[in-house]
């Protein structure tokens, strides 16, 4: 009878286990230093080898020549585990004897002595499964069971086992296979089966299994039965209903193009070949995934189940976005796929996600449409304009700039006292000029009118390599901002270490300008700021009514 390849290629030592080397090296070391605990847990996705190492862990307690790490594989014991025939190796399957009368069944079968072998070990699969009532009736045989008996438990969901169970074993959490590694252990089976496989077929079939070895190998098998002694990549990518890169680089073809018809066409084309479109939307949102790991880490890393050539491509694909980009499309197509899994018309849901995508593409950053916005005088911007419509010439400015209207309110305004006092932080006069000046200069020709305000209202000193700034405390989270560290170092072509202090308490001693009163200030604050003219463009685009204008400075 025909045995399965998952079956057939099962490891039988420690050594054969893919992966799982913290797991194997100290039971390995239990095993030598006689420190066997009375309880496992072995923990992990499906098909890591939870199993498997139980059952290597019994042969090496029971072998003949044991306990040791490297089981002899002939002697009784060895052979009956391996064929699962051993009476004092007992495997139970908690998903159908999950009660209380089935663990007091196995309650009184721990009190006997084992029929031949050193141990007696039970290893409960799906342990998760167990009732409450039947974890608690058997508490006390895992807290304190016979010197021959050893547990093992497994489980694919290990929060669900009770603290006060695991409390009482030792936990051994298995991770999922390393890509590389699975590839090579399937290249291995394949050489011994003297099956053809090309690089490509593997990596398909590994990304199938999803790091599960156990899953790999059924697609391993399935494929062989499929395409005969030698694995075609395609053939095997039809076999499993996997997507190539070709037919998911349509969809990004169309976002970069900003053409909805063509993500149309894609999904008239799945429903034609008779693709399942549910499978489809989670492929595209693992492409996407992989897309914004390679234009975050490169071609070379590890994050992405592929082979090189793959990689390399889905970084090439990668550099024609940007990492907002790909993130938003990648936000979208997982907010797709849960749409799918309720969905009657799961065409027309794809359909319109992905138009949703085209769209999205052409958002603008708040901040580059603002700024587009002062820079044209228009409510939309060029790069979002529909194709075919004329292009709209912005209106000529009028009156002098934000800066010529800086400078000239600066210069109409009295030099302000010079205190001199041990803790006084005047600016301090260069050949260059004012260093306030210099720097409030800079902030409004860049753009940065906020940090341009909060240096008017400081004194700023230079101090070798330190810079002194006194601030109002309102101005303090401005200041500490990462671009005003960059205007200093564009200011003073050099890195300064900034050092801030509460104006109020530093300049207590300077004398004070007379505050108008507060009505006629709140008319002064409103009269300016309607008066600006990048709130009368902000108004004339986007309409509303401003109800209240409030000095950020009180």
């Known amino acids: 009878m025909y045995q399965v390849i998952a079956r057939k290629y099962r490891p039988q030592t420690f050594q054969d286990v893919v992966n799982q080397e913290h797991v194997k090296t100290t039971l390995e070391n239990a095993i030598a230093q006689q420190r066997v605990g009375h309880g496992y847990i072995f923990s992990g996705q499906r098909g890591t080898g939870k199993t498997t190492v139980a059952r290597i862990l019994a042969r090496c307690l029971n072998c003949l020549e044991g306990p040791t790490t490297r089981p002899c594989g002939v002697c009784a014991s060895c052979r009956e585990i391996t064929a699962g025939g051993t009476v004092d190796v007992i495997e139970i399957d908690a998903a159908s004897n999950r009660g209380i009368n089935e663990m007091r069944e196995l309650r009184e079968n721990v009190r006997y002595r084992p029929a031949r072998d050193r141990y007696k070990v039970f290893i409960i699969d799906e342990a998760h499964q167990i009732t409450s009532e039947a974890f608690n009736a058997l508490l006390k045989t895992i807290e304190e069971p016979p010197e021959w008996v050893v547990f093992v ?51 398909v079939l590994a990304q199938a299994g999803e790091g599960s070895v156990r899953d790999s190998l059924s697609a391993l098998d399935q494929a062989i039965a499929c395409c005969g002694s030698k694995l075609d990549a395609a053939q095997v990518r039809a076999l499993l209903g996997a997507f190539s890169l070709d037919s998911l680089e349509q969809v990004t073809t169309a976002l970069g193009g900003s053409d909805p018809r063509r993500v149309l066409d894609t999904v008239g084309e799945l429903e034609r070949n008779g693709h399942n479109l549910q499978h489809f939307s989670r492929e595209l949102a693992r492409y996407f995934r992989n897309l914004l790991v390679a234009r975050i880490a490169g071609p070379d890393t590890r994050l992405i189940a592929a082979s090189a050539a793959e990689r390399a491509r889905l970084a090439e694909i990668a550099s024609r976005f940007s990492e907002e980009d790909l993130t938003r499309y990648l936000h979208l197509a997982l907010e797709l796929f849960h749409d799918l899994q309720f969905s009657l018309q799961p065409r027309f849901h794809l359909e319109m996600g992905l138009v949703r995508m085209v769209h999205a593409g052409r958002l603008l950053p708040i901040e580059q449409a603002l700024a587009e916005l002062g820079e044209t005088g228009t409510g939309a911007a060029p790069s979002a ?147 600006n003219r990048e709130v009368q463009r902000f108004r004339e685009v986007f309409g509303g009514e401003i109800r209240r204008v409030r000095n950020l400075k009180e």
Request: glycine share 4%.
């Open 153 to 203: 438990l497994c489980t694919t969901e290990a929060h669900k086992i009770p603290a006060t169970i695991a409390s009482r074993c030792q936990h051994f959490s298995f991770r999922s296979v390393d890509f590389d590694d699975l590839i090579a252990r399937m290249a291995w089976i394949c050489a011994q089966e003297n099956i053809e496989a090309e690089t490509e077929a593997l990596a």
């Open 385 to 531: 304009a529909p194709s075919g419509a004329p292009a709209r010439i912005p209106p000529p400015r009028t009156g002098p700039t934000p800066l010529e209207a800086d400078r000239a309110r600066k210069a109409s305004r009295p030099p302000e006292p010079q205190n001199s006092g041990a803790n006084a932080l005047a600016p301090a006069p260069l050949a260059s000029g004012d260093l306030r000046e210099r720097l409030h200069t800079w902030l409004i020709e860049h753009g940065l009118t906020h940090l341009a305000d909060a240096v008017e209202n400081s004194r700023v000193n230079v101090n070798g390599g330190d810079i002194e700034i006194a601030a109002p405390k309102s101005y303090h989270l401005y200041l500490k901002d990462r671009s005003f560290g960059e205007a200093l170092r564009g200011v003073f072509s050099r890195p300064l270490n900034l050092k801030l202090t509460v104006a109020d308490q530093a300049n207590a001693d300077l004398p004070r300008a007379a505050e108008p009163p507060a009505a006629e200030s709140a008319d002064e604050t409103s009269r300016r700021a309607l008066a």
